[in-house]
């Protein structure tokens, strides 16, 4: 269907709001989930309480790995991009990242008047950095952007038109019946922009709404930001922050340990021990909405065998490697999408069980084994260290695995022309749906770039993640979702390692920080004691 971006008379829609403003609901077809409802009630987003505490001290100093490779929201998919869009620009919505529900942003509120048409009510008085302000013309802009970016097509490309009816009333009309479209206009990519703005003005000087605005790069170095005083919520207490570049794990900890950071962002395991003895650092840990995982080309033998790929999962000791390579950190798989998300289901374990890892390979014909290359990404130390004890261990249930590693281009490249026998990614599940953390790894419909480079088919899985997506209450999701990973686990696409951990070093006076489980955290609500 071909997208239309539209802008309509306020009288064809008025009286939807009105329904809605009265708390008098027309009787609509069928709602999606209850947790992703907002017919009004809540009219302003969520702000920290005032704090009390040392005011004078307005400037905050972060540490990180990398600088933003994008600042246009909708530029590239990233965590440090996502990082720092999350400071400068504002969503529609906001999650709120205990129970993954849907929280009023730049949307006060909102209403499904079918499975594929939501309604929503614009925040007024909200300025942009340039002085702007901000109206439906600027979020059908955005979003217009967002699906624009092939990147960001499993995200905003169930969009299938934008809708104006005034300043402060748009429809979003869905290309088809998807429940979880709030969560996914939560994510990073969303931010909203001056309508008009282009990704290379965005590039140079990005303008948003967010409670802090940019002020300066430098390349390889840092990013200054300042607080911007005409924010529609409440001020920051920080004034100024500047983000930095510390390119070693123990070098950003020592940052924080001496006084030169106030954060360090993604530590490593190794430092966990350090941080702790420090007097005057905070360790700051959540279990976050990424994991681990080996997968299997499922269309090439021996993994198109499914107890194959059982019995490999009989054979690794995931303990070993949270305790070997990851210090303690993290937890093991408990399926194919974290528990934390919303709409994981229990399943049987693999246990570690070598006896009938052999067992499994008797059965499908592979008694004497078999020899299989298993990749990774040669930049990244931890997943080398992973699959170096995956290979060992496979070798001990007469797996002869070689360990080849490329340039993660390169790597990704050869996947999705399915060159592959086995690889070590991750996937991060944001927004803390079901749908983002399984429909993209196994319809069959993304071989590939999209996400499913095992080559997984199942026409029942790819019915019921579809059918996921329409499901109009929580119950029904939640059964769609319990069964697709019961058949997952039977079928064992990937070879289950372990859910990710995020560790944050703070400096013992730091107040008001919350862990954002996708690892985009925001520093507005932020203040030392």
């Known amino acids: 269907m071909a997208r239309r971006f539209l802008t309509i008379p306020a009288t064809m829609l008025v009286a939807v709001f009105v329904f809605a403003a009265c708390g008098a609901d ?100 909200v300025t942009f950095h340039n002085g702007a302000s901000m109206t439906a013309r600027d979020v059908q802009w955005s979003i217009e952007q967002a699906i624009a970016n092939p990147e960001f097509a499993l995200i905003f490309g169930m969009v299938d038109s934008v809708e104006i009816h005034d300043d402060y009333n748009i429809t979003v009309h869905l290309n088809i019946p998807f429940s979880p479209i709030l969560r996914h206009l939560a994510h990073p990519g969303g ?80 430092d966990v021990g350090p941080a702790e003895m420090f007097s005057n650092v905070n360790l700051m840990r959540r279990m976050n909405l990424s994991n681990d995982y080996i997968g299997f080309n499922t269309q090439m033998a021996p993994f198109d065998d499914p107890l194959v790929r059982q019995a490999l999962n009989y054979a690794v000791d995931n303990m070993a490697i949270i305790n070997v390579v990851l210090g303690g950190v993290g937890a093991p798989a408990q399926g194919f999408i974290n528990d934390i998300i919303w709409g994981w289901h229990p399943t049987e374990s693999f246990s570690f069980n070598p006896d009938r890892a052999r067992e499994l390979l008797a059965e499908a014909g592979h008694a004497d084994g078999f020899s299989a290359r298993l990749w990774t990404n040669s930049e990244n130390q931890r997943r080398i260290d992973i699959t170096t004890i995956v ?81 109009t209450t929580d119950a029904e999701r939640m059964s ?33 920080l919350t862990l954002n489980p996708s690892d985009s955290h925001s520093f507005a609500g932020v203040w030392f004691e």
Do not use: C, K
Request: charged share 20%.
């Open 191 to 270: 931010g909203i922009i001056p309508y008009g703005t282009t990704r290379d003005q965005h590039e140079e000087h990005p303008i948003g709404t967010g409670s802090f605005m940019f002020e300066s790069i430098t390349l390889g170095d840092r990013l200054e930001l300042v607080r911007f005083d005409d924010f529609w919520g409440e001020l920051p207490l920080i004034e100024t922050l500047t983000w930095r570049i510390i390119p070693t794990s123990d070098g950003r900890l020592l940052a924080v340990e001496t006084g030169e950071a106030d954060v360090a962002l993604a530590l490593m395991p190794p």
């Open 480 to 512: 769609i979702y319990a069964e697709v990973q019961e058949i997952l686990r039977d079928d064992a696409p990937w070879l289950l390692l372990n859910q990710n951990e995020t560790l944050m070093a703070v400096s013992t006076d730091l107040r008001g």
């Open 391 to 471: 290979a060992s261990q496979l070798r001990d249930v007469g797996i002869d695995v070689t360990l080849e590693t490329f340039e993660f281009s390169t790597l990704t490249t050869r996947m999705d022309n399915g060159e592959h026998d086995m690889f070590m990614l991750g996937w991060v599940g944001v927004g803390g749906d079901a749908d983002y953390g399984l429909f993209p790894l196994f319809h069959s419909d993304n071989f590939g770039p999209p996400g499913n480079r095992t080559f997984y088919s199942n026409p029942e899985v790819d019915r019921l993640l579809e059918a996921g997506r329409s499901a």
């Open 26 to 125: 027309p009787a609509p077809p069928a709602q999606p989930p209850q947790q992703q409802q907002q017919t009004g009630q809540q009219e302003q987003a969520a702000t920290p309480a005032t704090p009390t505490g040392d005011t004078s001290r307005t400037h905050l100093n972060v540490v990180s790995s990398n600088l933003p490779t994008s600042m246009f929201p909708a530029g590239r998919n990233d965590q440090p991009s996502s990082q720092i869009t999350m400071q400068v620009f504002n969503r529609l919505i906001e999650l709120d990242y205990d129970t993954f529900d849907a929280r009023p942003s730049l949307a006060t509120s909102w209403e499904f008047v079918d499975a594929q048409t939501l309604n929503m009510e614009l925040r007024q008085g």
